[in-house]
C-alpha cells in the first residue's frame, strides 16, 4: 500500500504535526522512522495517505511544523520526496 512518511526531528515534533493534521481531518500514525532512511537517532515519521500530501503539507507549512524529509513508499521501496 502505498503512503508518504513526513520525517520529523523528535517524537514531540511529530505529535506536534499528528494534532495539527487531526485538527484538519488528515488521518495519520506516528512511527519510529526506519533506519535507512535516516541518521537521527531519534527520528519519528508521520504517516499519511497519498491523497493527503498536498493539504498536509500546506497545514504543517502553516503551523510552522516544517519536515526534515518527507518518503513515499511504493512498491516496497521509500523515494525521497522534494515537498
Known sequence: M????????SVTFAQRMQRALGRTGIRCQIFRAPRELTDLGCAYVVRIAVSDLAPALMTLRRESLDPVQIFLYQRGLYQEVKA
Request: hydrophobic letters at 50%; zero cysteines.
Open 2 to 9: 502505498e503512503h508518504y512518511l513526513i520525517i520529523a526531528r
